[in-house]
C-alpha cells in the first residue's frame, strides 16, 4: 500500500537554527513530491520535486528529491518564528495523492 | 484506525449533470475541510465545516458548489451543473476537535473529477 511518512513529527527550536525536514514514501508510478506549509487553513504550496538531486531553492527554504532511496528533506535555515507551522508532504502518483502525517514545527524566540 | 476516507476516487461527469464527493473523517474527528487542487497548482481551501455547521466557506464559488457534514454519515460537497472547468482533485482533510493553530489536518487520498 502507497504511504508517506514525515519525520520528526513534532519539532522545536530557537529563532537561528536550521532545521531538517524528512519525507519517505513507498508509492507506485510516483510523478511528484510535493512540500506544503500548513498554517491556519489552506496549506501554503512551497516546493514540487520531479526529478533526483537537483535541488529548489526558496529564500531561507530549500528541498531536495532522491528518488532512488525514496526521500525528501525540507531544509530551513535562520528560522523565525513565523516559520512555525505544520509542514505537509505529498506525493503525488499519477492516480491520486498521498499526503503525510506532517511535521509541526516550534520557532521559540 | 482508518485514515481520512474520499469516495469516489474518480467520478466522470458530463456538463451539465452533479457531481456528489463524499468524505468521511477519521474516527473522532469533527471537523473536516474541503479542497480544490487544480493541475501544476497548490491546494485552495474551499469549505471548512464541523458537524452540522459551516464554519468558513470563504474558497467556495458563489453559485453550483455547497457542502454539507451532517450530523450522521459523511461530508459531502456538491456540484450541480458541472462545467470543464470544475474538472480537478478534492480532497478532503479532517482534524480533532481540539483549539489552536494549525491543527494537524489528514487528508484523504482525493476524488478526481473529469467533465466532459
Known amino acids: 500500500e502507497d504511504k508517506v511518512v514525515q519525520s520528526p513529527l513534532s519539532l522545536v527550536v530557537h529563532e537561528g537554527d536550521t532545521v531538517t525536514l524528512n519525507c519517505s514514501y513507498e508509492v507506485t508510478n510516483f510523478r511528484s513530491l510535493l512540500w506544503y506549509k500548513q498554517e491556519k487553513k489552506a496549506p501554503t504550496f512551497l516546493f514540487m520535486l520531479t526529478s533526483s538531486g537537483i535541488e529548489k531553492k526558496s529564500g531561507r527554504l530549500s528541498s531536495i528529491l532522491d528518488k532512488k532511496e525514496l526521500f525528501s528533506i525540507l531544509n530551513i535555515t535562520a528560522t523565525q518564528t513565523g516559520d512555525s507551522a505544520v509542514y505537509l508532504c505529498?506525493?503525488?502518483?499519477?492516480?491520486?495523492?498521498?499526503f503525510g502525517a506532517g511535521t509541526r514545527l516550534t520557532v521559540k524566540p | 484506525n482508518a485514515g481520512v476516507m474520499q469516495n469516489p476516487r474518480h467520478l466522470v461527469r458530463r456538463r451539465g449533470q452533479e457531481a456528489r464527493l463524499r468524505c468521511s473523517p477519521m474516527k473522532g474527528h469533527s471537523h473536516v475541510y474541503w479542497y480544490r487542487q487544480l493541475p501544476e497548482e497548490g491546494l485552495k481551501f474551499m469549505v471548512y465545516l464541523q458537524k452540522e455547521n459551516i464554519i468558513d466557506e470563504s474558497g467556495m464559488p458563489k453559485e453550483r458548489f455547497s457542502a454539507e457534514f451532517p450530523k450522521e454519515g459523511p461530508s459531502i460537497l456538491r456540484i450541480q451543473q458541472v462545467v470543464r472547468g470544475d474538472s480537478a482533485a478534492y480532497f478532503c482533510a479532517s482534524s480533532p476537535p481540539i483549539a489552536g493553530v494549525g491543527e494537524t489536518q489528514y487528508f484523504g487520498p482525493g476524488t478526481r473529477l473529469l467533465v466532459l
Open positions: 505529498a506525493v503525488d502518483n499519477n492516480n491520486d495523492m498521498r
